[in-house]
């Protein structure tokens, strides 16, 4: 990475919100419930289905995470209503991890157990490595009872292909990703081209096993891999399916539902949009970039 983009990642805790909000908008679908519908909508309209995710974590006060469960519910009920194809994504620290993992299971119990009265899936977001445990924990629990939810593997992690393993072998239904989290180089691999083969080769592991498998990158040579790696196992297409962000890369979106693949967009919405938002940008600086230079060229061709 260029020094500039180290410099525009360091300055972004430091960078006032709205400045923020100006760059990140094209991530999160809008504040209302109304601007995430509208958004799956357009979505469908392009071939797409979407996961709704309403925006929060961290949640340290058992009255939010209850509130983060009547928003599921009123997501579910729309859902359900309005007929759009999509499912919901859920974070653990959201419903109350950070203050308890029996908190946590008992909210997200309640949004699980609705979601399968409308037949609906749930993925669990994984989040920062300290969750990881509990993470598993909560979906081993849910899945006593209930068989719509699913989780998130990152192949950052070193102990991603042991987790990979073992939730091929149940079935379980998993979202490969790369992992947004940076982590101690102890726990985690720090090279991009690492992180690429790992996960590759979780992929091979869940692919051999029952579950359906959602690919979620934007990489292009890994989904080059995936592809051709479907092809070699001889995995069909309803195996699996891709899944990118909103607001990242629709040029390649469209390239991969015009050739027939499934294609899951992550919408998230609602006023809980910072912590989210700085994730994405810290991703990829060179939207505040090109977004600077925009700005400095209007001010001086004025
Ligand atoms: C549907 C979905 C769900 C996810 N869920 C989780 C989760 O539960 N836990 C978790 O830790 N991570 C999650 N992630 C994030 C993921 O781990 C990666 O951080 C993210 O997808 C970027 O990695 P990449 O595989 O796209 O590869 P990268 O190499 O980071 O990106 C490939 C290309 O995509 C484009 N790109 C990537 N990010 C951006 C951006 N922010 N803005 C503009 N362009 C960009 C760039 O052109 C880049 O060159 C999720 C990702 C997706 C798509």
Redesign the pocket.
């Known amino acids: 990475m260029n020094l500039v983009n180290r410099l525009l990642q360091t300055a972004l805790p430091l960078t006032p919100k709205f400045i923020v909000r100006f760059f990140a908008k ?2 999160v679908a809008g504040n209302t419930l109304e601007d995430a519908v509208a958004t799956v909508r357009r979505l469908m309209a392009q071939g797409c289905c979407a ?1 709704i995710d309403v925006l929060g974590e961290a949640v340290r006060n058992p009255e939010l995470a209850a509130q983060a469960v009547d928003a599921y519910r009123e997501v579910l009920q729309v859902i359900t209503e309005q007929q759009l194809n999509a499912n919901i ?1 859920v ?1 653990p620290t959201q419903m109350g991890l950070g203050i308890s993992e029996e908190l946590a299971l008992a909210n997200l119990r309640q949004v699980v157990g609705e979601a399968a009265n409308r037949g609906i899936f749930v ?1 669990i ?4 490595a300290t969750t990881t445990d509990a993470t598993f924990r909560i979906h081993a629990a849910l899945r006593q009872d209930f068989q719509n939810v699913g989780v ?1 593997l ?1 192949s ?1 992690l070193r102990r991603t292909l042991a987790d990979a393993r073992r939730l091929a072998q149940e079935g379980i239904n998993v ?1 490969l ?5 940076l982590e101690p180089r102890r726990i985690a691999y720090e090279e ?1 081209e690492i992180i ?1 083969w790992a ?1 590759v080769h979780a992929l091979e592991v869940l692919f051999a096993g029952k579950g359906y498998v ?1 690919i ?5 040579w ?1 989904i080059e891999q995936s592809l051709a790696l479907a092809d070699k196992m001889g995995i069909p297409a309803n195996r699996f399916e891709f ?3 909103l ?3 629709p040029a ?1 979106r469209r390239i991969l539902v015009g050739s027939g693949h499934k294609l ?3 919408v998230p919405f609602g006023s809980h949009w910072y912590p989210y938002s700085v ?3 810290r ?2 600086p ?2 505040i970039r090109a977004g600077l230079e925009a700005f400095l060229r209007r001010r001086l061709d004025a």
Do not use: W
């Not at 990703?177 to 989290?181: D, E, V």
């Not at 979620?216 to 292009?220: K, L, M, Q, R, V």
């Open positions: 094209r991530y996961t994504s974070k993925c977001d994984m989040e920062d998130v990152q950052r979202r990703c790369k992992g947004i989290y991009p690429r996960f959602a979620a990158t934007h990489d292009e890994l899944q990118m962000l607001g990242v890369d390649l899951r967009v992550y994730r994405r940008l991703e990829n060179n939207i």
